[in-house]
């Protein structure tokens, strides 16, 4: 058996949306030197925070939680595999977890990514979308649940009423809920629009997590595979489930393992999509943000079962200025009467 590493302290600044198509990215107000700046800052932040998290048993019940989640859905997905055989078997994932591993293997020593204040919100993002915890919305795909913990770089305190605002392309390379020709595959289509899967947004607990059950994303031409992610603070509920007020601390990507990827896309229905894959390597989000090498942008993860197809338990904790505040533009909202494109959007952006 192999795991990806569990000791490893990372932190993350995330930048820029990346584009699927070669063109110009939004022009940066931060430097690369005070970008470089700020992280170096913040991984000395989170390096005191290790203790005082741990005398205060934040990391004990993170670890208990997600040992409990991870049961949870393992014994779903082998429940699944008595009515749903899998099917275009491709080989076993490298990253398998058996009933050896123990919690404390698995669990206990995080990573941490610490999220810059700085990026864009490139083109696809949706105003208005619902809080719900299942985001699936029937697609086709490998499940993940997606598990984060968000910690305050400058109390070292987990971030209580956080909204995780999360959304990636589906098994082909689609976006839901937006309208544009650069969107895959037939994605032109006006009703597009009133679609929400694999979009929505998870308050975080008083341990500062919050908790998705998605699919695996696809590709699309020119990026590497990724789930974008937007850290809404002092926002609130409203009774038709969305959220409102408060500021974006935080606009940015994480990543997968290329093992992970590459075993996924072998796997029906990803392997209908024609469109060449960027590899991780090849990317310019991940090449940026894995510049310093302490710099970790990718999801640490356990097999659900014996199979990829199975289902993934993807989890990391993030490190958040929440003193930062930045713009989200829109490419469309979601109303109660459906999606509605935003005119004044940029589809050159990076996405």
Known sequence: MQLISLTKLAMLGMAAF???????????????????????????????????????????????????????????ALAARAYNPSVNVSHHSTLQVNSHTSEEELFAKDPVCVLSPEGEIG???VKGELVRSNVRDGEAGVPVILDGQFIDIETC??????????????????????????????????SNLDKT?????????????????SIFPGHYDGRATHVHVVAHVGAHELANKTVTGGHAAHIGQLFFDQDLITEVEALYPYNTNT?????NADDHVVQDETEDTASDPFFEYALLGDKVQDGIFAWITMGVNVSASYETSYAATLTGDGGVSNSNSQPGWYR
């Open 197 to 213: 899967f694999l979009r929505g947004i998870q308050k975080t607990d008083e341990d500062g997590v919050a908790q998705f059950q």
């Open 123 to 125: 083109p696809f993002w």
């Open 275 to 279: 469109v060449d894959i960027t590899q």
């Open 157 to 190: 305190e987990p971030i209580k009423d956080l909204y995780w605002d999360v959304w990636n392309c589906n098994s082909t390379g689609v976006y839901s809920g937006v309208q544009s020709d650069m969107n895959g595959s037939g994605s032109g289509d006006a």
């Open 18 to 76: 990346a584009a699927a198509h070669p063109g110009a990215h939004e022009v940066s107000s931060m430097t690369h030197a005070e970008k470089r700046s700020f992280l170096v800052n913040a991984k000395r932040s989170l390096g005191q925070c290790a203790d005082r998290l741990e005398r205060r048993g934040v990391s004990a019940r993170i670890e208990a939680r997600r040992a409990e989640q991870y049961e949870f859905y393992r014994r779903q």
